[in-house]
């Protein structure tokens, strides 16, 4: 059978040829019918003017721009595999994962040079060469050749190639319009986060269901552009971070923006917290849906619907709120202890996953790719457990799991609390060495503007919602977190920072700022 992805869009522009298909802000670049004609034109320049042959991996390291749309659809058809790379690493970091996935072409925003690989920029001669030729037709691939390798972020280590098949993309695209968004034709999607993740791989199933793509002119996020995007564009749903949910809700506060034609913002990447949950609903309404994936399963592991979520809101179902949702179409979860062996509901254990959209493994490296695939499930790493009805609810990574005098405590859990005080705009919590409890519980907070909040206040607040022995131990006031180029934190540079300073922080008053 053939799998390949291209299918879907050769479909849509016969279902809807005239249907507007890109946009750059509010210009129209192209219908469906005359993507699909640039699409086969780039799949023969792949093929025939720069030699690539079935499976060969090309990568794209490109800001947000109308190309990534034409260059992923002509890359799966011509049969190869994209490699696509967030453009704000570093090129260190890029030649990296080019010389690791064996990329021998690479399409740049800029003319940079990338280490062993032909690069072409995308406003180059040689890029618009590509489409100089006839159409190629769509190549036949089979349903695990790979469409998609996506290296994780490595805030832990080196990045690992994440190995999603065609198969693998079918099944999130199945799984995200059957049970998170409804898409129709005329919907917009708009991508304001990165389209070297999340966002891009939304493309497919809005692609596959007549819905325009739309590039912010900025090539990412802004709040007031996003606002006057949503304006101009039908039904427009995004993927948007935690971080990126948090400003427009800010920006609509001030600017009491119209955002009626807004169907859904769909938050992942990133733990949603409750208190920015709430904040979002009050201000947006029922326009927040909720999905928990990874890459090695992407974007399909849970879901919760806006109208759950709103209903939960209503409910005042904070139980509800707190959960990643419950496991989507053609995903099985196992809450399951040391052994694999399964928990009973409500017990705490890392979560399993298997099904369709779980990765082939990881790219030459059988090593990495047997732990995380044993005894047939994807271990995620993630703590969490399970109610009667089926609702996931995340604890923590298992690695950041806190063990105090014998007891587990879960960061997310006192972020959450600290969250909730009007003071605090950013959290995060980590463990360190202690000589009698094995490790105390630190808290590294950024203080909202004009703020002077005590950590006396902090410990009181802290004290009222959750246990004693969970409450940190000291506190690190800092101007802002350190993230990486997908906007996660950095919990290994906060680590190196409490080492290396641990005698000022014992003070619980030590203030740094971060470069």
């Known amino acids: 059978m053939n799998t390949n992805l291209a299918h879907t869009l050769v479909r849509t522009a016969r279902a809807y040829p005239s249907q507007a298909a890109l946009f750059l802000g509010t210009q129209q670049l192209s219908t469906f019918a005359q993507l699909a004609d640039r699409v086969a034109r780039c799949a023969g320049g792949l093929r025939d003017w720069l030699g690539l042959h079935a499976g060969d991996r090309v990568a794209i390291i490109l800001k947000n721009c109308p190309q990534y749309v034409e260059l992923l659809y002509g890359i799966w058809h011509a049969g190869l595999c994209a490699v696509p790379i967030n453009a704000k690493l ?48 769509v190549a036949d691939v089979a349903e695990d050749a790979l469409a998609w390798l996506f290296y994780t972020s490595g805030t832990t280590g080196k990045p690992k190639g994440v190995m999603l098949s065609h198969q693998n993309l079918a099944a999130m695209y199945w799984a995200y319009s059957s049970a998170v968004s409804h898409i129709v034709p005329g919907d917009s999607l708009i991508h304001a986060a990165p389209m070297s993740h999340g966002s891009g791989l939304y493309i497919v199933p809005h692609i596959a269901e007549g819905a325009s793509q739309v590039i912010p002119s900025s090539g990412g996020f ?18 948007a971070a ?7 809700v800010e920006y609509v506060r001030r600017s009491r923006a119209d955002l009626s034609n807004l169907k859904v913002i769909v938050c992942g ?93 990881y790219w030459n490296n059988p090593e990495a790719s047997a732990v995380t695939l044993r005894n047939g499930w994807l271990h995620t790493g993630d703590v969490g457990c399970m109610d009667q009805s089926g ?73 009222r919602r959750i246990a004693r022995f969970k409450r ?20 290994a540079a906060l680590r190196d920072l409490l080492a290396k300073h641990g005698e000022e922080l014992n003070a619980r008053t030590w203030r740094w700022k971060l470069a």
């Open 90 to 137: 570093h090129p260190r970091e890029i030649d990296d994962i080019v010389r690791n996935s064996g990329a021998t072409v690479c399409f740049v925003t800029d003319f940079e040079a990338v280490t062993n690989a032909k690069t072409i920029a995308v406003d180059s001669t040689d890029y618009h060469a590509l489409f100089a030729g006839p159409g190629a037709q």
């Open 222 to 239: 802004n709040a007031a552009e996003l606002v006057e995007l949503v304006a101009v564009h039908p039904r427009t749903s995004l993927f």
């Open 242 to 248: 935690p971080t990126m949910l948090n400003r427009l």
């Open 269 to 361: 990447g990133a733990p949603l917290y409750l208190e920015d949950e709430v904040a979002a609903l009050d201000c947006l309404g029922a326009k927040i849906a909720q999905i928990y994936g990874q890459g090695e399963s992407p974007m399909t592991i849970t879901a919760q619907t806006s109208a759950e979520i709103s209903g939960a809101h209503a409910a005042s179902d904070f139980g509800g709120l707190a959960s990643v949702g419950r496991a989507l179409p053609g995903v099985e979860i196992r809450i399951a202890d040391t052994h694999d062996d399964p928990l009973p509901v409500g017990e705490i254990g890392e979560v399993l996953v298997r099904g369709s959209a779980v990765m082939q493994g």
């Open 391 to 463: 609702r996931l609810t995340l604890k923590d990574r298992s690695k950041e799991t806190i063990i105090s005098g014998g007891s587990n405590v879960y960061p997310r859990e006192v972020e959450d609390a600290l969250l909730t005080h009007p003071a605090v705009a950013e959290v995060s919590v980590l463990g360190r060495s202690h000589p009698d409890w094995g490790e105390e519980v630190v808290a590294i907070v950024v203080r909202k503007a004009r703020s002077q909040v005590t950590i006396s206040e902090l410990d009181q607040w802290c004290l």
């Open 472 to 491: 940190p131990k000291a506190y690190l006031f800092v101007d802002s977190l350190p993230r990486n180029a997908n906007g996660k934190v950095l919990k």
